[in-house]
């Protein structure tokens, strides 16, 4: 039965019919993670349809056992980046790939609480400043769950790599979180 | 200061990333290492923090159905097969037309309209009536608005979260719309009276699940884009509620 195919697992024996059972769930997300790519509603809407149609193309070479969401994800962020802003973005970006970042925690921290405290526009805004390399690591895994291997088949780039921008994203999020003084915090707010 | 061995693996533990043994390990670490303890809890905090902020736009409902023309198989050029589509259309239409005089609730358009409803709930900018998590508050919200009455908990440690509820409107019938969480995903629950409202959920409802039931003169639905389990395991949780 078609419905029951679970789009977040692992997929095999498909047959095009399955392709809308498998991507329409997906839509939501991916055109979530389009708008923060590209801060751009239009350019989001573009992104979500050529992702579609591409991905529909390419369901017949979808390889058995590999992950499907990893695979649209993948197809999404690679139109991404060929589009005028992608383009525009790998030339001004320059990643810088280091080791694990140094997690420096001190034994009291008001830090938890100010970040319990942030509201959701500062930590969108705190989301908005990262690096578009760092943003989409940190969407994948906390927003969409995703494991660290799924994000690497995603963004086509080493689970060591993953791991990497992950901690420095983090790093800078909550760098950004607590140093917003604090009548910008909503208390209490959802 | 000398730092911890287990610094490093931090955001694999909250990222669930760790092996069974390692994860028992870590927590084991936890209970004795205040600066980890400490670490691991603000990174907690943290990921919650960018789930809720995340998910900031919806894709509007146009774009559904947009992508759903996009990737829907495309009619063929052959002139005789062109034909028998006619054909069947005709065919089908008849049947269609009779299932609709012979019952005025025909079922596919009573799914259909909400999943519509659910549809415009996950775009809605003010998706409920009533916000609350307290089932406490959305039950007594919808009295003298529904006809009827149900029970809306779930039991606190299940995975599903109540967020509100809204008033709707299916076969010119008042009806209730409960909105549950699961994981990312928004579930809806709809409530009417099965004399006003019925008909069967099928399985493949353009890619949503639905899953319907009737108990103690209700008829419920469930509606979602959440895995079939999800919606199987809700529906046991409220059959449960709503049992005596």
């Known amino acids: 039965m078609a419905a029951t195919i679970v789009a977040r697992g692992n997929v095999s024996g498909l047959e095009n019919k399955d392709f809308e059972t498998l991507a329409v769930p997906l839509l939501d997300g991916l055109y979530n993670f389009a708008r923060w790519l590209s801060g751009d509603a239009d350019e989001a809407r573009d992104l979500v349809q050529e992702t579609f149609v591409k991905s529909l193309k390419g369901f017949s070479s979808f390889r058995e056992g590999t992950n499907f969401r990893a695979w649209m994800y993948r197809i999404l962020r690679n139109t991404f980046l060929t589009s005028r802003t992608g383009l525009e973005r790998r030339n001004t970006q320059q990643e810088d790939e280091e080791g694990l970042a140094e997690i420096s925690i001190s034994q009291e921290t008001p830090e938890v609480t100010l970040i319990r405290r942030a509201n959701t526009e500062l930590v969108q805004a705190a989301i908005a400043q990262l690096a578009p390399a760092f943003r989409e690591v940190v969407l994948l895994a906390d927003l969409e769950e995703m494991k660290y291997q799924e994000i690497a088949e995603a963004l086509d780039i080493p689970i060591g790599t993953v791991m990497s921008r992950l901690a420095r994203a983090r790093k800078q999020l909550r760098e950004y979180i607590i140093a917003v003084p604090d009548q910008r915090r909503i208390v209490g707010a959802k | ?244």
């Open chain 2, 1 to 244: 200061m000398k730092s911890c061995e287990w610094q490093n693996k931090i955001g694999l533990y909250v990222d669930g990333e760790l092996e069974p043994a390692e994860e028992q390990a870590f927590a084991g670490h936890l209970q004795s290492c205040a600066e980890c303890s400490a670490a691991a809890l603000e990174q907690q905090e943290l990921k919650k923090a960018v789930r809720v902020a995340a998910k900031r736009f919806s894709a509007p409902p146009e774009l559904y159905a947009s992508v759903r023309r996009q990737i829907s198989p495309k009619e063929s050029t052959r002139p005789w097969l062109r034909w028998s589509a006619i054909m069947a259309s005709i065919a089908l239409l008849a049947v269609v037309s009779f299932a609709w005089l012979s019952r005025p609730s025909a079922p596919s358009t009573t799914v259909a309209q909400l999943i519509d409803q659910h549809v415009i709930m996950l775009a809605s900018v003010n998706p409920y009536d009533v916000i609350s998590q307290d089932p406490h508050t959305v039950k007594p919200w919808f009295q003298g608005k529904v006809p009827f009455t149900f029970n809306p908990a779930v039991p606190a440690d299940s995975r599903f979260k109540l967020l509100g509820g809204k008033l709707v409107y299916a076969q010119r019938s008042p009806g209730a719309e409960l909105v549950y969480q699961v994981r990312q995903h928004k579930i809806s629950v709809f409530i009417f009276q099965a004399r006003d409202v019925h008909g069967q959920a099928s399985d493949s409802n353009l890619a949503f699940t639905v899953n319907g039931w009737q108990q103690r003169g209700l008829q419920y639905y469930i509606v979602t884009d959440a895995a079939r389990e999800d919606a199987d395991q809700l529906r046991a949780l409220l059959e449960d509620a709503n049992r005596s």
